[in-house]
Nanobody, 123 residues
Framework: QVQLVESGGGLVQPGKSVTLSCAVS????????IGWFRQAPGQEREEVAL????????VYANSEKDKFLISSDDSKNTVYLQINRLQPEDTAVYYC????????????????WGQGAQVTVSS
């Protein structure tokens, strides 16, 4: 059973950056697409970025250049999400999720979820 654990959230000042980690156990990154999603209060969960090792593909949902950077350390079975130029509207619970195979645009296509990491952007 694949398990995912997020870490690295917290209170961050506007304009700063934060890096979230998603530690994956019970499976290797090579077999899974790992997506980062976020859900703000009262809003639907949305995909932010995805990395698919078997497709050798990275997908960002946001077109703002370098706003989000997704990466992985295969030796640690961990996927990272760096969020830059944080603004209050980035405040949300950030989740990582896994699915066998490649990219998918919607949360319903992902089978395994972490518990989420709160990121609050405020001065």
């Amino acid at each position: 059973q694949v398990q995912l654990v997020e870490s690295g959230g917290g209170l961050v000042q506007p304009g700063k950056s934060v890096t979230l980690s998603c530690a994956v156990s019970g499976g290797t990154l090579e077999r899974y697409a790992i997506g980062w999603f976020r859900q703000a209060p009262g809003q639907e969960r949305e995909e932010v970025a995805l990395i698919s090792h078997n497709e050798k593909r990275i997908v960002y949902a946001n077109s703002e250049k370098d706003k989000f950077l997704i990466s992985s350390d295969d030796s640690k079975n961990t996927v990272y999400l760096q969020i830059n130029r944080l603004q209050p509207e980035d405040t949300a619970v950030y989740y990582c999720a896994a699915r066998l195979g490649g990219w998918a645009p919607v949360p319903e296509e992902f089978d395994h979820w972490g518990q989420g990491a709160q990121v609050t952007v405020s001065s």
